[in-house]
């Protein structure tokens, strides 16, 4: 759009690949006509050379916008009633709830071993656990050494 110059046409398949709302479509409109730069809808048949082309745009935009904000209203709905059912949304944790009790209990009576080692123990890597415990709605283990991080540990020179 930055190449158009006084006289160009625009020409667009559809008009909701123009602007996602009606405010930014007449604002793109507003900035062509300012410019002398027309506009031509394939789908739409809309032609902005013309005063009932100009006409026929705002008409379509808003019925554009309208069915935008359908949609956007019944996939809340929907989600809010898949939610009152008790699903949830996104992907399925890899662990069991019975296998992230089970690295829980591993960790919390093996102080000496880290978060890769049990989830290599259950085939996961280490960021899966934590996922997988909150969706379970586990907590965080608790043991001595959980907030030190095997690189955080001194050297044994001491440093």
């Given at each position: 759009?930055?190449?158009?110059?006084?006289?160009?046409?625009?020409?667009?398949?559809?008009?909701?690949?123009?602007?996602?709302?009606?405010?930014?479509?007449?604002?793109?409109?507003?900035?062509?006509?300012?410019?002398?730069?027309?506009?031509?809808?394939?789908?739409?048949?809309?032609?902005?050379?013309?005063?009932?082309?100009?006409?026929?745009?705002?008409?379509?935009?808003?019925?554009?916008?309208?069915?935008?904000?359908?949609?956007?209203?019944?996939?809340?709905?929907?989600?809010?009633?898949?939610?009152?059912?008790?699903?949830?949304?996104?992907?399925?944790?890899?662990?069991?709830?019975?296998?992230?009790?089970?690295?829980?209990?591993?960790?919390?009576?093996?102080?000496?071993m880290i978060h890769e080692q049990v989830a290599r123990l259950h085939g996961v890597s280490r960021v899966t656990l934590y996922p997988a415990w909150d969706w379970h709605g586990l907590g965080r283990p608790t043991?001595?050494?959980?907030?030190?991080?095997?690189?955080?540990?001194?050297?044994?020179?001491?440093?």
């Open positions: 759009m930055r190449m158009l110059r006084e006289g160009d046409t625009l020409v667009v398949y559809r008009l909701d690949r123009l602007g996602r709302s009606l405010r930014e479509l007449v604002t793109i409109m507003e900035h062509h006509e300012k410019h002398d730069i027309g506009f031509h809808s394939l789908t739409e048949s809309i032609d902005t050379t013309s005063a009932g082309g100009r006409f026929i745009f705002n008409i379509f935009g808003a019925v554009a916008q309208f069915e935008r904000e359908l949609i956007s209203e019944r996939t809340k709905a929907g989600l809010k009633a898949a939610r009152a059912r008790g699903r949830k949304g996104g992907r399925k944790p890899k662990l069991t709830e019975k296998q992230a009790k089970d690295a829980i209990k591993l960790l919390e009576a093996n102080p000496e043991y001595p050494g959980q907030a030190i991080h095997p690189k955080a540990l001194p050297k044994p020179d001491g440093t």
